[in-house]
């Protein structure tokens, strides 16, 4: 049991067959980005907040925030990303808003992807995702139950033995990782773009990397790895090399909407079968409301929005 009062699906379905039996039934790979900024929630959000603190009041708007947008998209997505620095910015109670929205989105029967880009080596690695993905062994034979996320993301620059740490926390609970490969943002291309001796990039050498770790362990449904790799919608021409050289990895897409990328230049993510692309939406989804021509309530907007991804990504399929 998380922290967060939702039991994770356990037992011996591979974590890639789980979600590939959630995109199927919702017949979506839109996953909603929650990055919660507490000046610019949805209003309602804001007049529901209470608290002692400035931070127990801004904790409490978050939760509202976040809980109002899972409830306003949630028929149109397969999965939530919250963006776990923005939950930890706002110290303990910021946590605890985190649990609850995890708690949120496994009662909608969502997939909860912990956005928190850890990387560090084996010991810390392991101590991460025993926080977020898996449990902590205790006092006396006790368990501490982590955060209960399906899936985080990590990055890869201390080498395979850290993400192999990560991994074995994962495959001892049933949980996934993304690692970032070729990311959406400009500042990508000074380090992961860099050519190597043998002529390859510096992403190409990770993906090789998450390729080998993920083919440690298939799912024997899908066919689909427990280690997935992030690539930046921002970059679509980056995609066919990077299903040459993860055959079975899932894809984690960034960058569709506010940061300029575009669904319908996706495809070659798709090849493997629907579930080995997700398509992640944050702000165009959230402040869907203030485009001009959108409707104006937040929830509305946010709808409408999530239901023209859903179709226009899964078209590619």
């Known amino acids: 049991m998380s922290p967060s009062g939702a039991a994770r699906p356990t037992g011996d379905v591979h974590v890639a067959d789980r979600l590939a039996a959630i995109v199927a039934e919702r017949e979506s790979q839109i996953v909603l980005g929650l990055d919660p900024d507490p000046a610019r929630l949805w209003p309602d959000a804001v007049r529901a907040a209470d608290g002692t603190t400035p931070a127990a009041r801004a904790a409490a708007a978050v939760l509202a925030h976040c809980r109002a947008v899972i409830d306003a998209v949630g028929d149109a997505i397969v999965a939530v990303k919250p963006q776990v ?18 708690a949120h989105a496994r009662a909608a029967g969502l997939f909860v992807l912990a956005d928190a880009k850890r990387g560090d080596i084996d010991v810390s690695a392991t101590a991460y995702a025993q926080g977020l993905i898996g449990a902590t062994p205790g006092l006396d034979g006790e368990t501490i139950p982590g955060l209960g996320a399906d899936a985080m993301t990590v990055a890869p620059y201390m080498g395979a033995d850290t993400l192999g740490s990560f991994a074995a926390v994962g495959r001892e609970h049933g949980a ?9 943002n400009p500042g990508a291309a000074d380090v992961e773009d860099a050519r190597l001796a043998d002529g390859g990039a510096v992403w190409h050498r990770v993906a090789q990397l998450v390729a080998r770790l993920g083919a440690e362990h298939l799912a024997p449904e899908s066919g689909l790895a427990d280690v997935g790799a992030v690539l930046g919608a921002t970059e679509p021409e980056h995609l ?78």
Request: aromatic share 6%; charged share 15%.
């Open 85 to 102: 620095a923005c939950f930890e910015r706002l110290g303990a109670p910021g946590w605890a808003a985190l649990g609850a929205t995890v």
């Open 176 to 184: 996934g990782l993304f690692v970032l490969v070729r990311t959406s």
């Open 240 to 317: 066919a090399r990077a299903r040459e050289l993860l055959p079975h990895a899932i894809f984690l897409l960034p960058g569709v909407g506010a940061q300029g990328g575009r669904v319908e230049d996706l495809a070659p993510a798709f090849a493997p079968g629907r579930a080995a692309g997700l398509v992640t939406a944050s702000r165009s989804l959230v402040r869907a409301h203030e485009q001009p021509g959108a409707p104006a309530s937040p929830a509305a907007a946010a709808r409408a929005e999530a239901e023209r991804l859903r179709t226009a990504a899964w078209a590619l399929g």
